[in-house]
Structure formats: structure tokens, C-alpha cells
């Protein structure tokens, strides 16, 4: 029974190995079909993607996504508040995010072999401005979305090209820069949707005579979030430290319009 089951182990461990080289190999093509068609002097071993979300100006996030090696590597992820530029200007926000990326030079992160921008030649105008001023030599490419954002038919600028690539679906290089810039829009979508739902928690309680930001603080934090505070009776929030029931009465007034009372 023990050497059934040591054979078992043995096999399994094996496999395994063999699923991890195969990953690795296939990792490995994808870096360097990517240096061969962009025409890159090194394997882009670490490469950086932004991405701006907003809903009509408002909340916009930039992300900065890495991937290592042909992997995400999810500890070098940043997020980035953009605010003092005009609403809705996306290249605004991509200048800014990219100036506060750069601006040291490298000090804090390593500087990647590849910056992809999801976004056309406008956006590669920018980063390639911002990285001239930063006297910074960092390869650059953008992701423009296809004809009626058909997944496969993205157009890539190619810093220092003149003309517009397009890459074949099957194109392993053209895998890898989908799953980076697809990775950034989630990051700057995800931060987006937090930044937002902060807002409005903030707005809605901070009109109440009487919730600073402590007792604002403390109700989200008691009952997870502005919906919970919400679905909150008014013993329930009475009952939290420094509410006390004329101003539980208040938040139960201001965001249900009335009834409750403890009924």
C-alpha cells in the first residue's frame, strides 16, 4: 500500500513539473515572438500597462499593472487619484499617472523594458512627451480598441513608427499585450468603482448636522459600507458609540425619508 501510494506521489510530482515547464516554455515564446515584432533590443522581461477609468470625469483612476516575466506580478500594482485636470480628460489623467510613476527615475521600482498605454496615438503622443521630459529611454506601445471594440482587431502604435500595426489573433505576442492591458482596465475599473463609493458614502452622511468624520467613520465601519448603515434600524445606530438616538433619528430621516422609529 505504501509504494502504491509513493508511486502515486511520484507521479503527480511529475506532472506537475511538466505542466510548470510547459507553462514556462510557453511564457518564454510569448516574450520573445513580443521582442521580434516590436522589433525590441531585449525581451521585455518586465513590462508596465496604464489604464484611466472615470464615470463622466468623475473618481478617475489610473492604473499601473506589471507583469514579470510573461506573469502578473500583482505586488508591483499601483493605483493612482487623478484629480486637478478637467473632467474627462483622459490624457490629462494619463500624464499625470505617468509623471508620478517616473518622476524618481526608477528609485523605488524598477524602470520596465516595455510601457504599453491602452489607448491610440494620442495617448502615445503623451507618454512619450512625459518620458522625453524625464529624459527616460522606455520603449512605448498603444492599444487602440478595434472597429466597434471587436476583441482581435486592436490597433497598436509603436513609438517611432510611423504607420499603425496590427497583430494576427493567433499571434503569441499579441496574447500577451491583450492579457496586460486586459488586467490594467480591471485594476483601473476596480479602483475606479472604490473611489466612487467612498464619494458617495462621504456625501451622503457628511450633509447630516451633527456626522463629522469620525462618527461617519465609525457608522461605515460598524455596519460594513453605506448600505449596511442603510438597512440599519435606528436602535441599531443609536447604538453605536456616539450616535445616541436623536441623531440615529437624523441618518434614519435623511436617508429613508422617515418612518422607523423603532416600529
Known amino acids: 500500500m505504501r509504494r502504491v501510494w509513493l508511486e502515486g506521489a511520484l507521479t503527480n510530482a511529475q506532472q506537475a513539473w511538466a505542466q510548470h515547464q510547459s507553462q514556462r516554455l510557453h511564457e518564454e515564446q510569448r516574450l520573445q515572438t513580443l521582442q521580434q515584432v516590436l522589433e525590441l533590443d531585449a525581451l ?13 470625469g468623475e473618481a478617475t483612476v489610473a492604473s499601473c499593472v506589471v507583469f514579470q516575466h510573461g506573469r502578473p506580478h500583482k505586488q508591483s500594482y499601483r493605483q493612482y487619484h487623478i484629480d486637478g485636470i478637467t473632467p474627462g480628460d483622459d490624457y490629462g489623467a494619463m500624464r499625470v499617472a505617468l509623471e508620478r510613476r517616473y518622476r524618481d527615475r526608477g528609485e523605488s521600482l524598477p524602470l520596465p523594458d516595455l ?16 518620458l522625453r521630459i524625464l529624459d527616460l529611454q522606455i520603449p512605448v506601445l498603444s492599444i487602440a480598441k478595434g472597429p466597434a471594440r ?6 497598436l502604435w509603436i513609438q ?29 475599473v476596480s479602483g475606479h ?36 448603515v442603510e438597512r440599519a434600524s435606528e436602535a441599531d445606530m443609536a447604538a453605536v458609540s456616539g ?10 430621516v435623511t436617508l429613508h425619508g422617515a418612518p422607523d422609529r423603532n416600529g
Open 193 to 228: 468603482r472604490q473611489r466612487r463609493q467612498k464619494r458617495q458614502e462621504h456625501s451622503l452622511l457628511q450633509d447630516i448636522p451633527g456626522i463629522g468624520d469620525k462618527r461617519r467613520h465609525l457608522l461605515l465601519q460598524q455596519f460594513g459600507g453605506l448600505r449596511g
Open 243 to 252: 450616535i445616541g438616538d436623536a441623531l440615529a433619528r437624523k441618518i434614519y
Open 150 to 155: 471587436k476583441v482581435g482587431a486592436e490597433t
Open 115 to 130: 510601457l504599453l498605454i491602452d489607448g491610440g496615438k494620442g495617448q502615445l503622443a503623451v507618454a512619450t512627451e512625459v
Open 44 to 56: 521585455p522581461m518586465r513590462m508596465e500597462c496604464f489604464d484611466i477609468s472615470h464615470t463622466q
Open 160 to 188: 517611432g513608427h510611423a504607420t499603425e500595426r496590427h497583430l494576427a489573433p493567433e499571434n503569441l505576442g499579441f496574447h500577451l499585450i491583450q492579457a496586460i492591458r486586459d488586467e490594467a482596465h480591471r485594476f483601473a
